[in-house]
């Protein structure tokens, strides 16, 4: 009763998202602020704003949040009712970022969807790796969103204002802009899971794959590029913070893409994959061009689509077979089992793939070549920033397309060489030399499920083209050809029936390993010398003033004789003493 | 304005709330034996029922107190000196000058309403839910007596009497931890309130010495003159009388390091022990600090304001580390008390507006969601009849489904989470830490963020580690005890109150910030 309350309210708020979307299309850009309060010289409080950027991000939360809202209703059958709350609450904290004008509304949306993300991680609180990659990706955004908080001090008292409409770069001191909008980095760096903040993602895998769609792909992490892009004028005032972030970008999207080509579970391939288109966004961003900002929003609309749709395809095989792990699905593929058992899936999973991958015709070919091409003009203005980018993005194409293909390739095809063996992924799994499942009652998902597959692989498609095509011919060819350099590889590679996985990328350069020994052990280390502090020393001394004030009452006791004279006496001397003693003073 | 004859209304209202608990204390230990333990928790929710109204009808839109600026700084043209109302001035002790002199503003009001109602909550609570071993006729009494003790010390205008309200409250909570307190550990709860009781009065004793040193210079004990024409000078004797105040007060506080009684005192204590006890009897001490060090000596807390931010922020360290290793769910909640004062002491330390109100803030949020979570921990431990992690097992959330969901909630409002109550406080301490009073050194203040600031990420880390290890985990290998009944009614009308306020200030701060509009 309860659980179908919230998923009718669930869908009915995401529709209305929609909805607003609509109704506010085409509206002058206005603001709105209400519940203010005047503390010092600042004012504390909230505003909303309605302009371009806040109708295009409403639509695409309103759209991903309703195909997942309906996906979740076949995907999930045990504690419905606070998942689809949980996702509600989500998807409202979303639409308070993009619509807020007030930095304190866009820091409780963005706080909000941390701690909803949390929650939905450890939906399936059972599992262990749940409970742990929750813990992982609360406690890392928390970290980045303290220097977020610390940003909008500096920028809000800096400018006298903490409204976003009412930050002028103009008006800010240089040194402070810098500072201020480097803490704001910081935020962002930890909510779109850029380098160094970026291992937590990967391990938000274990949450239900919807919400992977949803937040670990469409919305939450891409509120990153959201936010820089809404104050592009503060963050484009400086130099030095724009180089930051474009260091930053450059390193994350080829890390993180060198992962994914190295990753044994789908959903861990397109978290890496996430991680590393992100990082194409934010390059676009750090060239401080309107070009880059318009490239940077076009690409976070396609990878919404795309993306959220690879994510719903990977909750399909998680639902129908029990495991996105390859060396599973190989044991499906064996007979090519899987690709005809599950033919919606197969066809929008391709789709998304191919989107992913830059091939011509799809979505994401027309966005990655837009971010292309303002590297280019931005090189050719003589930037290194733009070169630099241009160099990283070419690159991290090559290797889009390579991982893609092997994901398509392993899952979906039995291996020509091998003639059928699990092959390259039995090392993972000790279990892998038993029988070949059960396949013949493996069939597609309900209906409820493949219908926002359709909806999200026709978006793949479709929305590469509504921005108009302006294809710059030259770097289109050129993406083409770092596609097929990417492609063959792979082709090569599964065709011999082989997987080689360099060590060093299997364990993702090592990093979650050193994290844990810099910054998790000496806690636990400080935590237990602070409880052993406060037994061993600051209650020493307490229990040691309660003991000598035993000792002294003992040693009074010893004066009780009992004895008047002995009290008369004493008392006739130290009124004496007394007496002498104020005498002296006096004098 | 507020008119003459609705000045006596709220006087007549405000010793109407001081004196109704007392005598309805006195009347309850009159009645016969067995028809009081009957009818006590009836009574003494009637009668804090009946203050709690009464503290609502003193919330008029007040202006603050008085501008707290450092220095001989002037009040700005037109502020009233004294926006005081409900004033109650009568001679008291004439030979020592001495008054009876009481009255209520914009900061001691949210802070009387917050006292009568968690008094009130744990009178509904007990209801039903009793300590084991009875005698709710001298708990409902000595609960009432507290709420009097609280309420005449956040309205006391004279450091005698809030000396005397201060040491009312005492005898009664040692009482309380001491007789009603875990019946598991008899030695450990004597032991627990001793140590309480002697820590307090110890600091309690410094304090009446620097109100005696303040009495030396200035020739009063009124907290009205006092606050208008201060003590200046920051040296000598006014010096030595903050730090008598300030470290008598940081006993009560409890600041690092003197928070050695808290956790003890908490975790032994019955659960509406412990709601009080953290939701009202830790406020006096940043009370004592914002109403009495701030204003009377205003030069001499500016040359201590560093020392006391510096220890503030080892509080929130320190304590939210001590929070990472505790193995009892009572114990780790009453830790992380110190952290969160720990954050009222740093914004009291800036001396600047946003601090200011941010440590008034927390006080207010502090009270309403430590109140929440000894509330739920004190129903899983009645519920497994220990507090320890490890014997109360994992996966409550497939146990006691509401009671951990309620518990998480109130763990991320704990931590602080924007949108719930919690976050406002903390938020501005940090940014009044950011931009402190001009006449303290700003490099110093700047590290005291970035060290609370990374605080908060600790506080974080133990409450999700709660989360974790109660509320999550494998249910099978945690099978449900016999006794695990999920959330009662009761449970649920005395919660009510405090998820609604928290949610509330959460997203309406400006519900309590206004009340401070000219702070």
């Not at chain 1, 090559?398 to 390259?424: H, K, N, S």
């Not at chain 1, 082989?498 to 994290?515: C, M, N, S």
């Not at chain 2, 959330?397 to 309620?406: C, G, N």
């Not at chain 2, 249910?475 to 009944?485: I, K, N, Q, T």
Request: glycine share 10%; net charge neutral.
């Amino acid at each position: 009763m309860i659980a179908t309350v919230w998923r009718v309210a669930g869908v009915g708020f995401s529709l209305l998202l929609v909805l607003i979307a609509a109704l506010l299309y085409g509206d002058s850009a206005s603001q709105h602020a209400f519940l203010n309060s005047q503390i010092g010289e600042v004012t504390i409080g909230f505003a909303v704003r309605t302009d371009d950027l806040t109708v295009l991000l409403l639509a695409v939360v309103g759209v991903v949040a309703t195909c997942v809202q309906i996906y979740s209703l076949g995907y999930l059958h045990e504690r419905a009712a606070s998942y689809h709350a949980l996702v509600t609450l989500f998807t409202a904290a979303m639409a308070a970022v993009v619509v807020a004008d007030s930095l304190f509304l866009l820091l409780i949306g963005w706080e909000v969807m941390g701690a909803c993300s949390y929650l939905l991680i450890s939906h399936y609180w059972e599992r262990r790796e749940a409970r742990s990659g929750a813990v992982k990706a609360f406690l890392m955004t928390r970290l980045a969103d303290v220097g977020f908080l610390f940003g909008i001090f500096v920028l809000g008292v800096g400018a006298g204002t903490f409204r976003i409409s009412a930050l002028d770069p103009a008006q800010i001191d240089p040194g402070v802009l810098t500072t201020g909008t480097l803490l704001l980095l910081v935020g962002v760096v930890g909510k779109s899971a850029q380098v160094p903040l970026q291992t937590w993602l990967p391990d938000a895998m274990p949450g239900p794959s919807p919400v992977s769609a949803l937040i670990h792909a469409a919305t939450m992490v891409a509120a990153g590029v959201f936010l820089i892009a809404r104050l592009y004028d503060v963050f484009a005032a400086s130099a030095t913070t724009m180089t930051v972030l474009a260091i930053v970008a450059c390193v994350t999207m080829l890390y993180a893409a060198l992962c994914a080509a190295a990753a044994v579970e789908v959903k861990r391939v397109l978290a890496w994959s996430t991680v590393s288109q992100l990082a194409i966004m934010f390059a676009a961003l750090s060239l401080g061009t309107h070009e880059g900002r318009h490239a940077a929003l076009f690409h976070l609309v396609t990878h919404a689509a795309f993306k959220g749709l690879l994510f719903l395809c990977a909750g399909v095989l998680l639902h129908q077979v029990g495991s996105a792990a390859f060396v599973v699905l190989r044991r499906y593929t064996r007979r090519g089992r899987l690709r005809k058992a599950l033919p919606v899936t197969f066809v929008t999973m391709t789709i998304g793939l191919a989107a992913l991958a830059g091939v011509p015709g799809f979505a994401g070919f027309f966005s990655k070549d837009s971010v292309l091409e303002a590297a280019w003009e931005h090189a050719h203005g003589g930037s290194v920033v733009g070169w630099f980018v241009l160099v990283s993005v070419g690159l991290t194409a090559g290797l889009t397309a390579f991982y893609c293909m092997r994901l398509w390739l392993w899952v979906f095809f039995r291996t020509p060489a091998l003639a059928g063996a699990v092959g390259a992924f039995e090392a993972d799994d000790p279990m892998a030399d038993l029988e070949d499942p059960d396949t013949s009652k493996l069939k597609d998902a309900s209906w409820l499920m493949l219908a926002p597959l359709v909806l999200l692989a026709l978006g793949a498609i479709a929305l590469g083209y509504v921005d108009g095509l302006h294809l710059n011919w030259v770097v289109a060819l050129a993406s083409t050809v770092v596609v097929i350099f990417g492609v063959l590889p792979a082709y090569s590679l599964w065709s011999r029936g082989a997987d080689p996985r360099p060590v060093l990328l299997e364990r993702e350069f090592g990093v979650d390993r050193a994290y844990h020994a810099l910054f998790v052990v000496p806690v636990r280390w400080l935590s237990k010398l602070s409880v052993l502090g406060d037994r061993d020393v600051v209650g020493a001394y307490v229990r040691a003033v309660g003991r000598s004030g035993a000792l002294a009452s003992q040693g009074f006791r010893l004066l009780q004789t009992g004895n008047v004279q002995t009290y008369l006496t004493a008392a006739v001397v130290g009124v004496v003493a007394l007496a002498v003693l104020a005498g002296v003073i006096a004098s | 304005m507020i008119t003459v004859a609705n000045d006596d209304f709220a006087a007549g209202v405000l010793l109407a709330i001081l004196a109704l608990p007392v005598l309805a204390a006195l009347a309850l230990w009159a009645l016969p034996v067995q028809l009081g333990e009957r009818l006590a928790a009836l009574y003494g929710a009637v009668v804090s029922g009946l203050v709690l109204v009464g503290s609502l009808l003193l919330w008029t839109p007040a202006n603050g107190w008085i501008a707290y600026v450092s220095g001989g700084e002037t009040l700005a043209p037109g502020e009233q000196v004294k926006p005081l109302h409900g004033v109650t001035d009568v001679p008291w002790i004439p030979s020592l000058g001495v008054r009876f002199h009481v009255g209520v503003d914009s900061i001691s009001v949210p802070l009387i309403v917050l006292t009568a109602l968690l008094t009130f909550l744990c009178c509904v609570y007990s209801l039903k839910i009793t300590p084991r071993i009875g005698r709710m006729r001298s708990l409902v009494a000595l609960l009432l007596v507290i709420e009097a003790g609280v309420i005449g010390a956040f309205s006391a205008m004279d450091l005698v009497l809030f000396f005397v309200c201060f040491e009312i409250v005492l005898i009664p909570m040692w009482l309380i931890i001491d007789i009603w307190g875990d019946d598991h550990d008899a030695p450990g709860r004597k032991r627990a309130a001793t140590t309480f009781v002697l820590m307090t009065v110890f600091g309690s004793a410094l304090m009446l010495l620097g109100f005696l040193l303040v009495f030396r210079q200035a020739g009063t004990f009124d907290l009205v003159q006092l606050t208008n024409s201060p003590v200046l000078d920051g040296h000598g004797v006014p010096l030595a009388a903050a730090l008598l105040i300030a470290v008598g007060l940081a006993v009560k506080v409890p600041l690092w390091p003197l928070h050695i009684w808290l956790p003890d005192a908490h975790a032994k204590a019955p659960t509406v022990g412990s709601v009080i006890l953290a939701g009202v009897l830790l406020k006096l001490g940043t009370y004592g600090l914002i109403r009495i060090l701030v204003p009377v000596l205003p030069d001499a807390t500016v040359t201590i304001a560093p020392y006391l931010g510096g220890f503030s922020t080892v509080a929130i360290i320190a304590g939210s580390l001590a929070c990472l290793g505790q193995t009892d769910v009572k114990r780790l909640i009453a830790y992380s008390s110190v952290g969160h004062m720990g954050f009222i002491g740093l914004g009291i330390a800036t001396l600047s507006p946003a601090g200011m109100k941010g440590a008034l803030f927390a006080n207010i949020a502090h009270g309403i969601i430590t109140g929440l979570l000894f509330f739920l921990a004190g129903a899983i431990k009645d519920r497994h009849d220990t507090s320890d992690l490890a014997t109360i097992g994992r996966a409550l959330y497939a146990r006691l489904p509401r009671i951990a969901a309620l518990l998480t909630f109130a763990c991320l409002a704990s931590l602080g989470l924007p949108g719930l109550a919690g976050f406002w406080g903390e938020m501005l301490v940090l940014l009044g830490a950011y931009d402190p009073a001009d006449s303290l050194p700003r490099a110093t203040y700047l590290v005291f963020m970035v060290l609370a600031g990374l605080g908060t990420v600790l506080t974080a880390a133990y409450f999700l580690r709660l989360v974790r290890k109660l509320c999550q985990g494998d249910p099978a290998e945690h099978p449900a005890g016999a006794f695990a009944v999920d959330l009662s009614r009761i449970e649920l009308i005395t919660w009510t109150p405090l998820i609604t306020l928290t949610v509330l200030l959460g997203v309406w701060p400006g519900l309590l910030l206004h009340q401070w509009g000219s702070l």
